[in-house]
């Protein structure tokens, strides 16, 4: 008796090809989701949030001063450690540039982020969001999350990791 044949590898073939399409489809509706959260080209909405060095920061303090690069956080998130490291190499250039660099951490204690801020060396200001009410102004499900707000207040940008591009998106 000969052996039957199997299709059992195209079969699969067209699983992962679906799976491939479906894949590409839903990283391209999440960017666009992404942009239209943000609100580009909106006014960014103003918030007062105090600093793990006591202060308090309202994103109007730069209105018409600086751009700014506003990083939502968790000391546990997969990728935020690495990100932070970044913005922490990059600040004293991003200054020079006239951007300022806000932290934003989502809804943890702010023992636990002052210390981890301590820790790390962080030498921007990092802000405490412990009842979330300014993630959910702005709609940050899933960290890290950057936006670029330019002098005027407009949202120009957002995205899961800083953009190579941060100047020109400030301008755009």
């Not at 981890?116 to 960290?143: S, W």
Request: with cysteine.
């Amino acid at each position: 008796m000969a052996p039957r044949s199997s299709n059992h590898g195209g079969c699969m073939k067209t699983k992962i090809g679906a799976g491939m399409v479906f894949l590409g489809l839903l990283l391209a509706l999440s960017s666009h989701d992404l942009m239209a959260a943000a609100g580009k080209g909106a006014q960014a909405p103003d918030f007062a949030l105090t600093s793990t060095a006591g202060r308090t920061v309202t994103l109007s303090d730069y209105k018409d001063k600086k751009d700014i690069i506003i990083m939502f956080w968790k000391t546990n998130g997969l990728y935020c450690p690495f990100e932070l490291n970044n913005l922490k190499e990059r600040y004293p250039g991003l200054q020079k540039e006239g951007f300022e660099v806000l932290a934003v951490n989502k809804k943890e204690a702010s023992v636990k982020v002052k210390s981890f801020a301590e820790k790390e060396g962080l030498p921007f200001p990092v802000l405490l969001d412990e009842g979330g009410k300014v993630c959910d102004a702005y709609d940050i499900g899933g960290i890290p999350v950057f936006l670029i707000i330019n002098k005027e207040g407009m949202i120009t940008w957002r995205g899961y990791r800083f953009p190579e591009r941060y100047a020109e998106l400030a301008e755009s």
